[in-house]
């Protein structure tokens, strides 16, 4: 039997599409597998949002090259965004690539694979705005009981640092009926919590529905029987509607949990990267959603050193931290793109100032982040069984507090056994930085 290894790197969405076309291999019958010398196909799926990114991609698909002279390798498989961006170059310097697959061709993956170990050589794009057909069925990597509903995909904002509305076309929402199609599925086969995903969520419906349509999606799924947790990623500010977030207040089923993607705050610097908000906005609707939620949990992103960022905008920005206190925040040191409007701006400034400046952003949050957790010592919280870690015989888990791989734990002991996905109710009663110690109630 024919053995496929799949490496799927870069986003949570990219996963969406991996765990789809694994899902159509295992239906024609190919085998998966883990083991690189067991592989007779290699897929890879990959990124290139950022320069390190691209850097991890080509590793990868060079590295994987080689199994065709230690192992058993067959064929290599290169799809994703790199595959997207960069088929010419992939073509001319990646000889042991035999076949590339673009964004919206997923659906061809089959053929692919066919057409490699017949000895041939692939290549397939379709219309890089061309939405590919809903498929129920994917095989699931995210966990047993963890999976992401991608609701949409490519953007429309077209921000001047970011190359994916290149790579992923304009914003195409998937149908409602589909996405709770794939829901039910996806519960069906042990998934108790839902996050959801696009490029950004918020304006989730537009297109096809000629109106922002999340916080019907959200009602709609929580109706799914064994469903637990539904968790929203990627919410632009200007987009969050007072219906939005009355519906996160309301729905039981959903984490009182945003995360809201800002890059920065001074509006020089907004309108250079083509935001489409400013400082005063962001901090209404702020304002607006920890006064509805009082319990909410605000996660950002950040960019720093972009073009023509001065001393005084970083300055500016970590006065706008200290403010706010992100519950959960993250940044990027800027990487400039090449075929994006910033990577020609004038002012790029230096390396060096941009890890300064990134580690003086996080060297605040860390103090935030000590501030708030320490304030929930004694508070008893739900949480979800990740996983156990055998030398401190804890088992690791996640509150509505955090996302998937990006966020924080909750460790916990327990004498009793529990299975990951398992919910138990725990009391907090220590914490560091960025995790916490509970014991069970």
Known sequence: ????????????????????????????????????????????????????????????IIEMGKLKETGKLKALIVTGCLAQRYKDEIQAEL?????????????????????????????????????PPS?????????????????????????????????????????????????????????????????????????????????????????????????????????ITPELIYEIRDNAKVCHYIDMPLQHCEDSILKRMGRRTTKEEIQNTIQIIRKEIPD?????????????ETQDDHEALLAFIDEVEFNRLGVFTYSPEEGTPAAVFEDQGPEETKETWRDEIMALQQEISYDLNSA???????????????????????????????????????EEELLSGDFIDVKITDFNEYDLIGERV
């Not at 035999?98 to 794009?125: M, N, P, Q, R, W």
Request: proline letters at 3%.
């Open 1 to 60: 039997m024919i053995q496929i290894l799949f490496v799927s790197l870069g986003c949570d969405k990219n996963l969406v599409d991996s765990e789809v076309m694994l899902g159509l291999l295992e239906d024609k019958g190919y085998a998966i597998t883990n083991e690189e010398k067991e592989a007779d196909v290699v897929v890879i799926n990959t990124c290139c949002f950022i320069g390190d990114a691209k850097e991890e991609s080509i590793e990868n």
């Open 376 to 414: 929930l010592v004694g508070k008893q919280m739900r949480v979800i069984v990740d996983g156990y870690i055998y030398k401190d015989q804890m088992y690791m888990c996640r509150s509505y507090m955090d996302a998937p791989g990006i966020d924080g734990c909750v460790f916990v002991a327990s």
């Open 95 to 131: 000889p042991e690539v035999d076949a590339i697959v673009g964004t919206t061709a997923t659906e061809s993956i089959v053929e692919a694979v066919e057409e490699t170990l017949k000895g041939k050589g692939y290549t397939h794009f379709e219309d890089i705005n061309y939405l």
């Open 135 to 239: 498929h129920t069925k994917r095989v699931i990597t995210s966990g047993t009981y963890m999976g992401y509903l991608k609701i949409a995909e490519g953007c429309d904002k077209h921000c001047t640092y970011c190359i994916i509305p290149k790579v992923r076309g304009n914003y195409r929402s998937v149908p409602m009926a589909d996405l709770i199609g794939q829901a039910k599925y996806l519960v069906e086969n042990g998934i108790t919590e839902l996050c959801l995903v696009a490029q950004e969520t918020t304006v989730y419906g537009m297109d096809i529905y000629g109106k922002k349509m999340l916080p019907e999606l959200l009602h709609e799924l929580s109706k799914i029987e064994d469903l637990q947790w539904i968790r929203l990623l990627y919410c632009y500010p200007e987009e």
């Open 296 to 308: 909410i949990v605000l996660r950002t992103s950040l960019i720093a050193g972009f073009p023509g």
